[in-house]
């Protein structure tokens, strides 16, 4: 007994047929996402191998009085780092993951050499009056390594790759 109007004289294949096709279907996505995730694991050990220069650059900040910071900028590796930029901001006692306040404009160092330091002496801005008990100050590193790759770092966190 046909209710449709038209004849239907489709092919709709066997069981067989049918597991083939979605055997295929899912050998395909199963490849896919096995690509994918190489890549993003390529791309991953690519990052880990270009910041190897960038993880030892490093800034401490000492409150020096009540208006000015000391920031030291070391850099432990074997290669200069260029364009050094230090950015130090003060995060919020009363919110320790609140969003950190700058203290002075920012200071730059054309190149500090491989195994070396350089101390950076920061004016904090009259409305900052700093307190070394209480007051916590991140520095935010901005520098080219020594491969030309540019990088961010805030305070003791990971190298991120600067655009």
């Excluded at 069981?15 to 993003?40: C, T």
């Excluded at 990052?47 to 490093?58: D, K, N």
């Excluded at 009056?129 to 770092?153: I, K, P, Y």
Aim: cysteine-free; charged content about 25%.
């Amino acid at each position: 007994m046909n209710w449709l109007p038209y004849d239907d004289v489709a092919d709709w294949g066997s069981v067989p047929d049918w597991f083939g096709a979605l055997g295929s279907i899912a050998s395909v996505l199963f490849v896919y996402l096995g690509l994918r995730r190489e890549i993003r694991a390529r791309r991953t050990d690519e990052l880990r191998v270009r910041a190897t220069q960038a993880r030892l650059v490093s800034a401490v900040a000492e409150i020096r009085g009540k208006s000015v910071l000391r920031v030291t900028v070391a850099n432990e590796s074997d290669a200069p780092v260029l364009d050094v930029t230090a950015l130090p901001r003060l995060v919020p006692s009363d919110d320790p993951e609140g969003t950190p306040v700058d203290l002075a404009g920012a200071k730059q160092v054309r190149r500090i050499h491989g195994r070396e330091s350089s101390d950076l002496f920061v004016t904090v801005t009259a409305e900052h009056r700093l307190q070394a008990a209480t007051d916590t100050v991140l520095v935010e590193l901005t520098f080219t390594d020594h491969d030309g790759n540019r990088w961010r770092r805030i305070g003791s966190g990971q190298p991120e790759p600067v655009s």
